[in-house]
C-alpha cells in the first residue's frame, strides 16, 4: 500500500474507523454533466488504494445509477471500506419537476431494499435519512431505520441536514453515527447550532459540497459560459448572474494563500474544513467529489496541510459575503426550519 494514505478517524462514538476525507460519488452519474466512466472508475480504486474507505452515494444519484455504478467496485473491495447511502429524496425520471420528500415507514423499507439491490451488497454500513419531512415525527422515521440495524441491513444511522433539535430527538431513539450537511468557507450556517449539538452527542460530521460545488477551486466565473448545459450548477445562485462575479472576487484570500504556500485553492479550501475538527472538537470527514485521479490526489493532499492563525484569520470573512443561497429552494435544509 502507499505511504501517502490518509490517516483514520472514528465515525461517530460507536462507528467504524475510516479515512478522514471520504468521496462523494454522485457526480460520477448525476448532476455535473458527462463522466468518463473508466476514469471514474480508476478515481474510486485510487481513492481506496490511498486510504479513503467512506465512499457516499444515494438512491436519488441517477435515479439509482450512481448505486449501480459504483457496485462492482463496492463489491469487490467489501472488507474494506465503509458503505454510505441515503434515502427521502423521491424523484421520477419520467417526469422532472416532482420531487417529494419521505420518512414514512413504508418508504424507508421499500427504499432499503432498493438500494440493497442497486448495490449487490447484504447491508450498508451508514444510512442517512436524506432531508427531513416534518410532517413525519422523528420516533417514526428513526424508529425504522432503527429496525433495519436490528435485522443486519443497516449498521449505522445518520441524517442529513438536520437542526439540533432534530438530532437529538433522533438520538434519543437511535444512537446516530453521523451528520451531514453543507460546510465549507461559503457555507458555515451549521457552526450556529449542529456543529455544537454532535459534538455534544458525539456524532462525526460529513461535511458535503467542502469545494462549494468547485466553486472554491477558482475554476468558475460564469456558470453560463464555463459548465456544460446539463450541469446542474447553472441553476443555483451562487453560479448565476452577478452573484458568479461577486463570489468570485471573494477567493483572493484563498487565491493569495494558495500561491505563497505552492498549493491549489482547492487544498487551502479542503485544510480549512479538515481544520474544523480541531477548531470544534469533533470528528469531522468532508467528502469532495471527483471522477479524476488527479483531482482526487489533490484533494487528499490536502489532509496534510495546516493553516497557520493569520491564514485562518484572513478567510474568515469570507462566508458573510457569500452571494446567493446554497440551493433555489433553501426549505428542505436545516437553515430553512430554524
Same mark, same amino acid.
Given at each position: ?12 462514538t460507536d462507528g467504524?474507523l ?17 463522466? %468518463? ?18 465512499f ?23 472488507? &474494506? ?8 429524496i ?11 420528500i419521505r ?15 442497486r448495490?449487490?451488497? %447484504? ?6 435519512m &436524506? ?22 441491513k ?8 438536520v437542526s439540533p ?13 453521523a451528520v451531514q450537511?453543507e ?5 458555515? %450556517? ?9 459534538k ?9 459540497s467542502?469545494l ?8 468558475f466565473?460564469?456558470a453560463?459560459k464555463?459548465? %456544460? ?14 452573484n ?14 494558495a500561491?505563497?504556500?505552492g ?5 487551502v479550501?479542503?485544510?480549512w474544513?479538515?481544520?474544523r475538527a480541531?477548531? &470544534? ?5 468532508p ?5 479524476k485521479r488527479?483531482?482526487l ?5 490536502a ?28 426549505t ?7
Amino acid at each position: 500500500m502507499s505511504k501517502d494514505r490518509i490517516d483514520t478517524v472514528g465515525l461517530g462514538t460507536d462507528g467504524p474507523l475510516v479515512g478522514v476525507q471520504g468521496l462523494g460519488c454522485m457526480g460520477m452519474s448525476a448532476a455535473y454533466g458527462p463522466t %468518463d466512466e473508466t476514469e471514474a472508475r480508476a478515481t474510486l480504486e485510487r481513492a481506496l488504494e490511498l486510504g479513503v474507505t467512506l465512499f457516499d452515494t444515494a438512491d436519488v444519484y441517477g435515479f439509482g445509477r450512481n448505486e449501480e455504478f459504483i457496485a462492482p467496485f463496492v463489491q469487490a473491495n467489501r472488507d &474494506h471500506l465503509t458503505l454510505a447511502t441515503k434515502f427521502a429524496i423521491e424523484r421520477r425520471e419520467d417526469d422532472p419537476s416532482f420531487q417529494a420528500i419521505r420518512n414514512d415507514r413504508a418508504y424507508i423499507r421499500a427504499s432499503v431494499e432498493g438500494s440493497l439491490r442497486r448495490l449487490g451488497v %447484504d447491508h450498508i454500513d451508514l444510512y442517512y435519512m &436524506h432531508r427531513r419531512n416534518v410532517d413525519v415525527p422523528m420516533e417514526e422515521s428513526v424508529g425504522a431505520m432503527a429496525e433495519l440495524v436490528a435485522e443486519g441491513k443497516v449498521r449505522h444511522l445518520g441524517l442529513s441536514e438536520v437542526s439540533p433539535g432534530e438530532l437529538r430527538a433522533a438520538h434519543a431513539v437511535h444512537p446516530i453515527a453521523a451528520v451531514q450537511s453543507e460546510w465549507s468557507l461559503f457555507s458555515r %450556517d451549521v457552526e450556529a447550532g449542529i456543529v455544537g449539538a454532535a459534538k455534544e452527542l458525539g456524532v462525526a460530521f460529513v461535511p458535503y459540497s467542502p469545494l462549494g460545488r468547485g466553486f472554491l477551486t477558482g475554476a468558475f466565473v460564469s456558470a453560463d459560459k464555463e459548465l %456544460d448545459s446539463n450541469d446542474w450548477r447553472r441553476t443555483q445562485p451562487r453560479f448565476t448572474g452577478d452573484n458568479a462575479a461577486a463570489n468570485a472576487a471573494l477567493l483572493e484570500p484563498v487565491r493569495k494563500i494558495a500561491e505563497a504556500r505552492g498549493v491549489s485553492l482547492a487544498q487551502v479550501a479542503l485544510a480549512w474544513v479538515q481544520q474544523r475538527a480541531e477548531v &470544534h472538537g469533533l470528528a469531522v470527514i468532508p467528502i469532495p467529489g471527483t471522477r479524476k485521479r488527479t483531482r482526487l490526489e489533490e484533494n487528499l493532499a490536502a489532509t496534510r496541510v495546516a493553516l497557520d492563525a493569520a491564514e485562518l484569520a484572513e478567510l474568515e470573512p469570507i462566508a458573510g459575503k457569500v452571494a446567493g443561497n446554497r440551493y433555489p429552494d433553501m426549505t428542505f435544509t436545516a437553515v430553512g426550519r430554524e
